[in-house]
């Protein structure tokens, strides 16, 4: 199918190696799902990588990686073994675990750490606080209003024109935002939020409903020098033609059609280092990835969010196109030196997420799976452990098949060919990933 595989152990085309430059770095990434599973393989690539550790991991990791048995929220542990191993290089996956300050405190203890503080991670943590910068600012976006109170928010939402959209102020693991069709969707939503405090207590965003294209446009960030990524496109609802609940993503593709250079331009100067520029304002400067979730409406390219962090499912499809060395850049970002821009493919891929049946809501875990080694595309782990020798489901999001090519089409087909030879009982995946290029 004309399908190509980035091979182990590259050399960057044109580029002299550093000779000078140890190839002995140990690196700890934190995190355990696909995103970290595709950081932990760019970095396999690296010629400056000898040995690689994933906190917590999972079973696909564990074929690169070893595997420490560490939360990503215990952040003295995860420091303990930082020291102990004489990591070089520590690259934090999950927003939550920059959330509670992991990058201050290694920073604190002299440790070279990639990812953001924890007041500049409330571009994601606090949608009011990304909100108030965006304002401030003059970066693209919708217009809001913050609420605690149930009642003021159930009475500001059934004056307005539906659809609504509510999103909570802090991280919901990319479950906490509804678009409401109705009054009694809307109510239901803003209960969950501010009476049950399902993702605990605290505010509701409510949001003017923008309508177009999503995308997403990822760089690596250092104060005001940003280096863009690929574009991407997520897919965030359960189940074909975009219907059912949100959920943390159920597949991603590049190569955007619907997406001009211009429109690119755009979102890198006048968003990207526009929010990059105004961090450093703010004094709380970005230090990681910035994660633009974009908008393409009649009036413009606009914010729908921001993310600190990289993007899931989105970087299992970017990092793959990486040319230059994965941790020249991460090291460069942590330790707040100018790097080269990265280099990236003209290539295209797309990957399928699998899910455990019920997922978002509640599903069972520990299902076998089967046929693995049989898939010819990248396969990564989003929420696996091995029990009893065996690959058992560990998560909502279990595995994500991702192809490489070409063209789009031709990715496609090879991806969704090869997942037949994955068998478990309880897994559903969506049939129409990348429709909006096809």
């Excluded at 499912?313 to 020249?328: R, Y």
Aim: charged fraction near 25%; include cysteine.
């Amino acid at each position: 199918m004309g399908v190509l595989y980035v091979s182990p152990g590259f050399q960057p085309a044109g580029k002299e190696i550093d000779f000078g430059k140890t190839k002995e770095n140990k690196v700890l990434v934190v995190g355990g799902g696909g995103r970290e599973h595709a950081i932990v393989d760019a970095l396999s690539r690296s010629i400056w990588v000898s040995k690689i550790y994933c906190a917590p991991g999972n079973a696909g990791i564990a074929a690169q990686a070893e595997c420490v048995p560490i939360s990503d929220h215990d952040v003295e542990g995860l420091l303990a073994f930082a020291e102990q191993e004489h990591i070089d290089l520590t690259v934090v996956g999950p927003e939550a675990s920059l959330s509670v300050g992991i990058v201050d405190r290694f920073r604190a203890a002299g440790r070279v750490i990639f990812g953001h503080t924890q007041a500049a991670t409330r571009i994601e943590s606090s949608k009011e606080f990304a909100k108030q910068i965006m304002e401030k600012y003059g970066i693209p976006t919708a217009a809001y209003r913050s609420f605690t109170d149930y009642e003021d928010a159930r009475a500001y939402v059934a004056s307005r024109p539906f659809p609504a959209v509510l999103k909570y102020d802090g991280l919901a693991a990319g479950k906490g935002v509804v678009i409401a069709q109705d009054l009694a969707e809307a109510e239901a939503a803003l209960k969950d939020m501010l009476l049950d405090n399902r993702f605990g207590a605290g505010k509701v965003v409510v949001e003017d409903y923008l309508e177009g294209p999503e995308f997403s446009f990822m760089c690596f960030v250092d104060g005001e020098r940003i280096y863009p990524m690929p574009l991407a496109q997520d897919h965030k609802r359960a189940f074909d033609r975009d219907l059912g609940p949100n959920t943390g993503g159920m597949g991603a593709y590049t190569g955007l059609p619907f997406i001009t250079p211009e429109d690119r331009a755009f979102a890198q100067e006048y968003i990207l280092q526009k929010t990059a520029s105004a961090m450093v304002a703010e004094g709380c400067p970005l230090s990681g990835v910035l994660y633009g979730g974009l908008m393409k409406t009649p009036d413009g390219i606009k914010v729908i969010e921001f993310n600190a962090r990289f993007g899931d499912p989105e970087t299992e499809v970017v990092l793959p196109l990486l040319e230059s060395d994965a941790f020249d850049i991460f090291q460069a970002v942590a330790e707040g030196r100018e790097a080269e821009q990265p280099e990236w493919s003209d290539d295209v891929t797309m990957g399928v997420v699998m899910a455990s049946k019920g997922y978002p809501g509640s599903y069972e875990k520990g299902f076998a799976i089967e046929g693995l080694d049989q898939v010819g595309p990248k396969v990564y782990h989003m929420g696996t452990k091995c029990s009893d020798g065996r690959i058992v489901t560990a998560g909502g999001r279990v595995l994500m098949v991702v192809g490489r090519g070409h063209e789009i089409h031709q990715v496609r087909d090879c991806v969704y060919e090869e997942m037949g030879k994955i068998s478990c009982p309880n897994l559903f995946f969506r049939s129409d990933i990348a429709h909006w290029a096809l």
